[in-house]
Nanobody, 121 residues
């Protein structure tokens, strides 16, 4: 079994900062990419930021320059440092991992349960 657990969500004023953390645990042989997605009611989940196994990062244009994704390859953790937060950043943030439970099998996508981020105006 694989589990991804997020933490760090909460309520913050516009312009403030928040750090989200995610830890993947369980039967994991290796992780390719990890990332953060967010979703608001009635809309599709969107990619916020991701980082590959070799450190290549990608950011949604809307968060570029404000958010920073980082990864601990030993602890199977990925963080999202969010700064200059805006009300439109309000969403449930989900951690994602593209991983192998064993290297002889195809990679699998796993998701955390999500953590609420609310930015007040």
């Amino acid at each position: 079994q694989v589990e991804l657990v997020e933490s760090g969500g909460g309520l913050v004023q516009a312009g403030g900062s928040l750090r989200l953390s995610c830890t993947a645990s369980g039967s994991i042989a290796g992780i390719n990419a990890m990332g953060w997605y967010r979703q608001v009611p009635g809309k599709q989940r969107e990619l916020v930021a991701s980082v590959t196994s070799v450190g290549i990062t990608h950011y949604a244009e809307s968060v570029k320059g404000r958010f920073t994704i980082s990864r601990d390859y030993v602890k199977n953790m990925v963080d999202l440092q969010m700064a200059s937060l805006k009300p439109e950043d309000t969403a449930i943030y989900y951690c994602n991992a593209d991983l192998w439970v064993r290297f002889s099998a195809p990679r699998e996508l796993h998701w955390g349960q999500g953590t609420q981020v609310t930015v007040s105006s």
